[in-house]
């Protein structure tokens, strides 16, 4: 079957970092890919990772292990507008378009 | 370009109705998604057309439910006899041959 993982929510404080994790099982493997989503809005892209290792982007960064099937986004001095759902998705093996979407996580940050 | 637009932003119907949603991709994609999403969940995939071609259609998606994208451009999502088990949001996202999916603000149904 496919399945993704990430924790329902989680807390930070404004100025501090957190990693959201993210686990995957799926027929297949073509990349990895990061949305945020504010409440009541569309998901926006963060980032794509489809080789192993970390990927920067300002005070975003993701990490892609294809062997653990395992992945996190890194968010560094954290701001009250990152308070938003992270939403996980994984590119079929066997499709160029169609993604597998975990849950999300709401991240909370309080100041 | 100003992105992915989605019409209606709401629409409310009373169960049984049939509702038609509009979606108009970024200029320069090929590629056009709709999804559904209901609250505390990840996008739910519904269709799938490259061009003008409706390449993939889900399982999950009942016979009620019919999409076109007739010269390649805007697409629409219609849903006949609508159920209050229909209420969600429907989103709208196109690609080019990269894959980032870029959405639209999607259309929030509520069934009454």
């Known amino acids: 079957g496919q399945n993704i993982d990430q924790p329902t929510e989680m807390t930070a404080t404004e100025g501090a970092i957190v990693q959201i994790n993210c686990t995957y099982q799926t027929s297949g493997f073509n990349g990895l890919f990061w949305y945020q989503q504010h409440a009541g809005e569309a998901p926006t892209f963060l980032s794509y990772?489809?080789l192993d290792g970390l990927e920067e982007k300002g005070r975003f960064s993701s990490f892609l292990s294809r062997s653990k099937g395992y992945s996190y986004l890194l968010l560094k001095e954290l701001q009250m507008k990152d308070s938003a759902s992270y939403l996980c998705?994984?590119?079929?093996?066997?499709?160029?378009?169609?993604?597998?979407w975990g849950a999300g996580t709401k991240l909370i940050i309080k100041p | 370009d100003t992105g992915v637009s989605q019409d209606p932003r709401h629409k409310i119907t009373k169960r049984g109705q049939n509702v038609t949603f509009r979606c108009d991709p970024i200029?320069?994609?090929?590629?056009l998604y709709w999804y559904r999403q209901t609250l505390g969940q990840g996008p739910e995939f519904l269709t799938y057309?490259?061009?003008?071609?409706?390449?993939?259609k889900s399982r999950l998606l009942s016979d009620r439910f019919s999409a076109e994208r007739p010269k390649g451009s805007f697409s629409t999502l219609e849903i006949q006899r609508t159920e209050q088990g229909d209420s969600a949001m429907y989103l709208c996202a196109s690609s080019s041959d990269r894959y980032e999916q870029y959405f639209g603000p999607g259309t929030r149904l509520t069934v009454t």
């Open positions: 998705a994984v590119l079929r093996g066997d499709s160029n378009y169609q993604l597998i």
């Open positions: 200029s320069e994609h090929n590629r």
């Open positions: 057309f490259q061009n003008e071609a409706q390449l993939e």
């Open positions: 990772n489809v």
